[in-house]
């Protein structure tokens, strides 16, 4: 059974870096049918998907537009994991981040989840 | 970025009745559209995929329909664990986007 674990601070001050960990039990960051993402879910924005990454022969990234500039969705494959870093939060950051696989097998729709991490953008 | 709305915003519905739920895309998405699943404190739980596809483990009583820019989830009978929110997802372009949802609320 897959499992994903998310860690990382609920409380992150404006203009600093939010970071967030998802550890895969269950499977592999590295399989080639698979992708590795990072959605958001607040009131005002509702469920966004803002990026991820996968191995088809080489690690590849793709971005939401609105925060291409800030992102970074990275694999470590020495922990079977991948993280999500975002820069310069302000307050509209706010809101529950989750961790997700997409596989080929259902359409690359995203067939399981974490359970999500609430971040505040406070100062 | 293509958008999805959803409707109605809050359905009524009691235990062992039909609920018939409505995602139209802004352009055509082809059959590339998702549903899940959301109840409070939980992620979202994958449904449908491209269109009426049912991964392992959705209930038979879930069955998606349609195409182009408009779509159904139905609904056969609820059961009391089926009272939740519901979103539409597309996979038709990037970025990936979802419906506002729908919530399914006991009458």
């Known amino acids: 059974q897959v499992q994903l674990q998310q860690s990382g601070p609920g409380l992150v001050k404006p203009s600093q870096t939010l970071s967030l960990t998802c550890a895969i039990s269950?499977?592999?960051?590295?399989?080639?049918?698979?992708?590795w993402n990072w959605i958001r879910q607040s009131p005002s924005r509702g469920l966004e998907w803002l990026g991820r990454?996968?191995?088809?022969?080489?690690?590849?990234?793709d971005y939401a537009e609105s925060v291409k500039s800030r992102i970074s969705v990275n694999p470590d494959t020495s922990k079977n994991q991948f993280s999500l870093q975002l820069n310069s939060v302000t307050p509209d950051d706010t809101g529950v981040y989750y961790c997700?696989?997409?596989?080929?097998?259902?359409?690359?729709?995203?067939?399981?989840w974490g359970k999500g991490t609430a971040v505040t953008v406070s100062s | 970025e293509i958008v999805l709305t959803q409707s109605p915003g809050t359905l009524s519905l009691s235990p062992g009745e039909r609920a018939t739920l409505s995602c139209r895309t802004s352009?055509?998405?082809?059959?590339?559209l998702g549903w899940y699943q959301q109840k409070p404190g939980q992620a979202p739980r994958l449904l449908i995929y491209d269109a009426s596809n049912r991964p392992t483990g959705t209930p038979a009583r879930f069955s998606g329909s349609g195409s182009g820019t408009d779509f159904t989830l139905t609904i056969s009978s609820l059961e009391p664990e089926d009272f939740a929110v519901y979103y539409c997802?597309?996979?038709?372009?990037?970025?990936?986007?979802f419906g506002q949802g729908t919530r399914v609320e006991i009458k």
């Open positions: 990454t996968f191995y088809r022969s080489k690690w590849s990234h």
């Open positions: 997700a696989r997409a596989q080929d097998i259902v359409g690359d729709y995203m067939d399981v």
């Open positions: 352009q055509s998405v082809g059959s590339w």
């Open positions: 269950g499977d592999s960051v590295s399989r080639n049918s698979a992708a």
């Open positions: 997802q597309q996979r038709s372009d990037w970025p990936r986007t």
